[in-house]
């Protein structure tokens, strides 16, 4: 069983459309998170919850909407989606003070 | 904010030789992870060290954290084609202690030719 999944592992869109990514995990973690991997492989935190409460939220557009219904699961939407959205987006989980687990990554390409 | 900064950005050596990955880190370490990235794969887990002057191994792999706790190596004997990716070096932040929040360097892209 895989520990964190996520999907869709491609997405290709246009430029204004609005897209989700889901991620689940079942290792009964409290805290989850996503990251945005650019093109020169740099991973950076965009959010975190803690069972299902928002605890990081860096400087992201608002475009961008995590919701997490329950702390195995942590989705996000993005908005009138950009060009330069275009990345590879990891969702995680970890119990805090401890290693992160990563999703497979979910490669956007918005035209 | 602190940073973290790997060298070198790229390597490429011939299978069989050793070669090391430095991570440095712009404010003190309170937890150093790495990580290697394979291409259209997750992160997987490698190694992590919170004491100073720590030294853990896991098959070829071996990875320090110094005595002041602002730099970290990764060093690997007698590469193998398998170890060939991308290796980032993830900390927690100053001030994220209780979050878990992990901020990493830009990563080591590996080759290894066999």
């Known amino acids: 069983d895989t520990a964190v999944s996520q999907t869709p592992k491609y997405l290709v869109t246009q430029m204004g459309n609005d897209k989700s990514i889901k991620c689940e995990q079942n290792?009964?973690?409290?805290?989850m998170y996503w990251y945005k991997q650019d093109s020169k492989k740099f991973l950076k935190i965009m959010f975190s919850?803690?069972?299902?409460?928002?605890?990081i939220n860096e400087t992201v557009p608002n475009r961008f909407s995590p919701k997490s219904p329950d702390k195995a699961h942590l989705n996000l939407h993005i908005n009138s989606l950009e060009l330069g959205d275009s990345a590879v987006y990891f969702c995680?989980?970890?119990?805090?003070?401890?290693?992160?687990?990563f999703g497979s990554g979910t490669q956007l390409s918005v035209l | 904010s602190q940073e973290l900064e790997q060298s070198p950005q790229s390597l490429i050596v011939q299978e069989g030789k050793n070669l090391t990955i430095n991570c440095t880190s712009s404010k003190t370490l309170y937890g150093l992870y790495w990580y290697k990235q394979k291409y259209g794969e997750g992160l997987i887990f490698l190694m992590m060290l919170q004491k100073g002057g720590e030294e853990k191994s896991h098959e070829k792999i071996t990875a320090k954290l110094d005595e002041k706790k602002q730099q970290s190596s990764l060093h690997i004997t007698a590469s193998q084609p398998s170890h060939a990716g991308i290796y980032l070096c993830g900390a927690i932040g100053e001030g994220s202690s209780n979050t878990g929040k992990l901020i990493f360097g830009q990563g080591t892209t590996l080759q290894v030719k066999p």
């Open positions: 919850y803690n069972n299902k409460e928002l605890i």
């Open positions: 995680a989980s970890s119990q805090v003070h401890e290693k992160l687990f």
């Open positions: 290792l009964g973690h409290d805290t």
